[in-house]
Structure formats: structure tokens, C-alpha cells
T-cell receptor, first 117, second 113 residues
Framework: ETGVTQTPRHLVMGMTNKKSLKCEQHLGHNAMYWYKQSAKKPLELMFVYNFKEQTENNSVPSRFSPECPNSSHLFLHLHTLQPEDSALYLC????????????????FGPGTRLTVT | GDSVTQMEGPVTLSEEAFLTINCTYTATGYPSLFWYVQYPGEGLQLLLKATKADDKGSNKGFEATYRKETTSFHLEKGSVQVSDSAVYFCALIIIQGAQKLVFGQGTRLTINP
């Protein structure tokens, strides 16, 4: 059990649809992350939240909108996506900087496989 | 900028063969180094880590030594199993600053019985 869950596991959406990805962590962590994993490309960090505050936006297009209502939940709202946005979207969580030896270890969820048609 | 370079895949081996997956890095600070593994249909799992030079991380028969002089963190296993088939990612994190994981491109490993 990874302690990080993501729903849905698979999503097919049209370019005009609006959908949301959900991530939940049960590990007591304070930081949460969204990554994009495309074929033949390294994992790309998209957003970082630390204590519900967004601390990193890695030049992500505005058609991706993150939301972090509390330290346990993270959402990624999607609208007017493009076919090149099809990818595996991974959520991760970790302790925040400064809390001890295992603080830099990020725990990943299983991902949402997104297909944009 | 900080970066990680892994050997090109895919890598195909027979069961019980010796495995090496090369990983080198460039970093402006003093990184911690990680190997993550992704089994089919799953997210990434931390396999092992090393936080300072000459540290050796180990787990499930896999080992990697943090070599500052060669800026490397090669993954090794003496005798692989079919169940080791997965994608392996080398990664670094800079402790000072934004605490961002920087990943290599991943190496797909297939073990044949």
C-alpha cells in the first residue's frame, strides 16, 4: 500500500470537456506534487504545494489548474486540453523541508492515465 | 542546471544475470540521490537512496554507491529475477532550496526466464 491514492485511474476526455483528477494521501505529509509522465520523456514536475500553499508552478499551461484544499488532498482541474496532454499524471507527497531524515522521500500514487481525444 | 542522465534502454537480460544501470548527474549543490522503480501499471516506488558521498543504498538485492568524484550512482544487482522487470528511474534532489526531484529519463528492464 503506497498511502497515496489517485482517482480515476483512467480517463478519456474530449478537448472541450472539463474534468478533475483527485489525489489523497494518508501519510501525514505536508507537501504534495503533480507530475506528468509522457512516453519517452523524463518525469516533469508540474506543481508543488507545501502546507496548502503553491510553491512551484513549472511553467504549466493555464488549462491545468491545481487545487489543494488541505494537506491531504490535491486536485488537478482540466479544461480545453490538447491531444499532446495525453499522459500519465502522477501525484506524490512528502514531509516538508526540515523535518528529519526521511523528509526528502516522495511517495507516489499509481497515477491517472489520461487520454485526450 | 541540475540534471540526471541514465543509460539508454531498453535492457533485456536473462534470469540470474548481473545488472548494471548507469546513472550520472550534474548538480550545483550537494544532492541526495535516489533510484525509483515503476512496475507495469503502477506509480513510482522508492527503491533505495544515498544522502552523501560514499554512502551505499541497498534494497531487495539492489545496490548503488554515491560517487562524488565521478558524479555517478550506478544501480547494480548480482542476480536478477523475472519480477525485477520494470522501469528504473535515477533521481536527485537538492537539499538547499526548492526540494525538487529531478529525474532521469528512465530505463526499461526486461528479464526473460
Amino acid at each position: 500500500e503506497t498511502g497515496v491514492t489517485q482517482t480515476p485511474r483512467h480517463l478519456v476526455m474530449g478537448m472541450t470537456n472539463k474534468k478533475s483528477l483527485k489525489c489523497e494521501q494518508h501519510l501525514g505529509h505536508n507537501a504534495m506534487y503533480w507530475y506528468k509522465q509522457s512516453a519517452k520523456k523524463p518525469l516533469e514536475l508540474m506543481f508543488v504545494y507545501n502546507f496548502k500553499e503553491q510553491t512551484e508552478n513549472n511553467s504549466v499551461p493555464s488549462r491545468f489548474s491545481p487545487e489543494c484544499p488541505n494537506s491531504s488532498h490535491l486536485f488537478l482541474h482540466l479544461h480545453t486540453l490538447q491531444p499532446e496532454d495525453s499522459a500519465l499524471y502522477l501525484c506524490a507527497s512528502s514531509h516538508r523541508l526540515g523535518q528529519g531524515d526521511s523528509l526528502y522521500e516522495q511517495y507516489f500514487g499509481p497515477g491517472t492515465r489520461l487520454t485526450v481525444t | 542546471g541540475d540534471s540526471v542522465t541514465q543509460m539508454e534502454g531498453p535492457v533485456t537480460l536473462s534470469e540470474e544475470a548481473f545488472l548494471t544501470i548507469n546513472c550520472t548527474y550534474t548538480a550545483t549543490g550537494y544532492p541526495s540521490l535516489f533510484w525509483y522503480v515503476q512496475y507495469p501499471g503502477e506509480g513510482l516506488q522508492l527503491l533505495l537512496k544515498a544522502t552523501k558521498a560514499d554512502d551505499k543504498g541497498s534494497n531487495k538485492g539492489f545496490e548503488a554507491t554515491y560517487r562524488k568524484e565521478t558524479t555517478s550512482f550506478h544501480l547494480e544487482k548480482g542476480s536478477v529475477q523475472v519480477s525485477d522487470s520494470a522501469v528504473y528511474f535515477c533521481a536527485l534532489i537538492i537539499i538547499q532550496g526548492a526540494q525538487k526531484l529531478v529525474f532521469g529519463q528512465g530505463t526499461r528492464l526486461t528479464i526473460n526466464p
